[in-house]
């Protein structure tokens, strides 16, 4: 064993190491918290293997803080797990006693007994999650590392405790695992890899995916794609076969089609690359404070705004899924070559059935990934064409709150190869920026709401609901729009008063 300093030098641990020698187990820190500190990376979540009775430990350090300190520690209790978590000065930890797991070949459901740590140990998915810190008063703080773990976590390996295709076998989200570990860890001055026998047993188990649970693979999907550089996890995926049982959408962007010479890009990298610019970009904009999350307002109109401090999940999402239309609007024509007219649309229409299939909650968040799948080129159509005052307060009315999350995305799809095509269209794009900019302040577009309403249509002209009312309020709305009147009520009633007459409305 080795000896480390520092790391388990927080009160929490000592008080679990005091209870624990007072009710005769032995309790080990172990896993993500263990593996991080030696990365130098904050974690919060804290594991503590006990041998013997996981939820009995947390009860017994609840009664020593209510000894020592005079207070409360409050204990939650999940018997059907065999677990407890416990809060103590703000930090949560987690008791669980150590296991010994056992499968049956067609369930994900593991046959669990009573263990002890080393049991623990082997039942771990890979050796840099397997190491644990001892909490006994005579070696407190001894490393316990039986697979190596240490040695891994400074070659930037991800390797199983035991034989790969028997711990994958087990448990097949451990494949998945892999790759989020591969790309959670890794950073620009060190790449974490699956060792090649790893890989391969991958490819062998990968049917085994059929078990899980789409709620299981959603939850690490969530997790690659908040990764610095989630491309490496799709790539991963992609080399081992898993993409196919987790997103077969995404591998039908791959490759590249020729006729007559003309061939368009591979899809599927230009995919994976807006992905890692959006991830890029947004993180740079939180930290210089250029965005903002909105949310209503309780009780009342508007909504609270909020500088993001985190990234967001579902614009990661957007960027995975913004040309998941092109396979099936392709089309060739020998006058201009490819052409995938209508991929947002599409796409936008896909999101629902790929939130279905993986159990992903289908309200507003899968609406925020649809608007910005379908409106994801209109940024850039508009760099092609004259940026004109109408054509912007539209793209501000449709996009709403959330038009900075979808310059960012369309800012990260510029990708040609030609940086001379790539530095006009920059420069393009940054004129409607600026427009936007001009007229959001001038027009307040981007939560737009009609002057002329319903009931006021209805008090005027002395009539019940009817689809007149509707035909009278767009056309008020699409001429704020045009720029044609200003957006306040007075020139909005003038123009009602004005237009009602032609579709047969007197006032009362």
């Known amino acids: 064993m080795t000896r480390t300093e520092g790391f388990i030098d927080a ?19 172990i896993g993500g918290y263990v593996r991080d500190c030696f990365l130098g990376r904050a974690n919060d979540d804290i ?41 103590y000065r703000g930090q949560e930890v987690e008791f669980v006693g150590a296991r010994r797991e056992s499968y049956n070949r067609n369930s994900r459901k593991p046959i669990v007994e009573d263990g002890s740590l080393e049991d623990d ?26 697979f ?73 999907l969530n997790k690659m794609l908040l ?15 898993l993409l196919e049982y987790v997103l077969p959408q995404l591998c039908k962007l791959k490759g590249i089609e020729t006729v007559d010479g003309k061939g368009h890009k591979d899809n599927f990298s230009h995919t994976l690359q807006v992905l890692d610019n959006v991830a890029a970009d947004e993180l740079k904009a939180i930290a210089e404070g250029r965005l903002h999350d909105y949310s209503p307002i309780e009780g009342g109109d508007g909504f609270e705004e909020k500088v993001r401090t985190e990234p ?52 507003e968040k899968m609406k925020y990934v649809q608007k ?18 109408s054509a912007v307060r539209r793209l501000l009315f449709d996009a709403g709150n959330e038009i ?14 030609n940086p001379v095509k790539v530095e006009r269209i920059r420069r393009n794009f940054a004129l409607v920026k600026e427009k936007l900019i001009e007229v959001e302040a001038k027009d307040e577009i981007r939560n737009f709401k009609n002057p002329i309403t319903g009931e006021y249509v209805m008090k005027v002209y002395g009539i019940p609901p009817c689809k007149e009312i509707g035909i009278v309020k767009e056309y008020v709305k699409n001429a704020i729009l045009d720029g044609v009147i200003g957006n306040n009520f007075e020139e909005a009633d003038r123009l009602m008063r004005e237009y009602a007459p032609v579709i047969g409305l007197k006032e009362a």
């Open 11 to 29: 009160p929490v641990f000592h008080i679990i190491s005091e209870a624990a020698a007072e009710t005769g187990t032995r309790a080990f820190v």
């Open 47 to 87: 594991d503590v293997v006990v041998e013997g009775s996981g939820i009995a430990l947390a009860e017994a350090v609840a009664d020593l803080v209510k000894r020592k300190e005079n207070r409360n520690c409050r204990v939650s209790v999940f018997r059907n797990f065999g677990t407890a978590m416990l809060r």
């Open 121 to 146: 140990q082997k039942r771990r998915d890979f050796t840099i999650n397997a190491m644990a810190f001892s909490l006994q008063k005579e070696d407190y703080g001894a490393l316990v590392d039986p």
């Open 148 to 220: 190596g773990g240490i040695r891994d976590l400074a070659a930037g390996i991800i390797r199983t405790p035991l034989d790969p295709e028997t711990t994958y076998s087990d448990d097949p989200l451990r494949m998945l695992r892999a790759v989020r570990f591969a790309a959670k860890l890794s950073t620009p001055e060190t790449t974490f890899e699956i060792v090649p026998e790893s890989l391969a047993a991958m490819r062998k188990m990968k049917d085994r995916m059929s078990i899980l649970s789409q709620e299981r693979i959603a939850e690490e």
């Open 227 to 241: 990764c610095r550089k989630p491309s490496m996890a799709f790539e991963l995926m992609d080399r081992t076969g």
């Open 312 to 363: 967001c999940l579902w614009l990661r999402w957007a960027a995975l899924l913004h040309d998941i239309g092109k396979p099936s609007s392709k089309r060739y024509d020998k006058n201009i070559g490819w052409t995938f007219h209508g991929h947002e649309v599409i796409g936008s229409r896909m999101v629902q059935k790929i939130f279905q299939q993986l159990k992903m909650p289908l309200n």
């Open 372 to 389: 910005l799948v379908l409106l994801h080129h209109r940024p850039v159509a508009l760099v092609d064409d004259v940026v004109t005052d």
């Open 404 to 417: 900075s999350d979808l310059m960012l995305l369309c800012n990260a799809d510029i990708t040609s190869k």
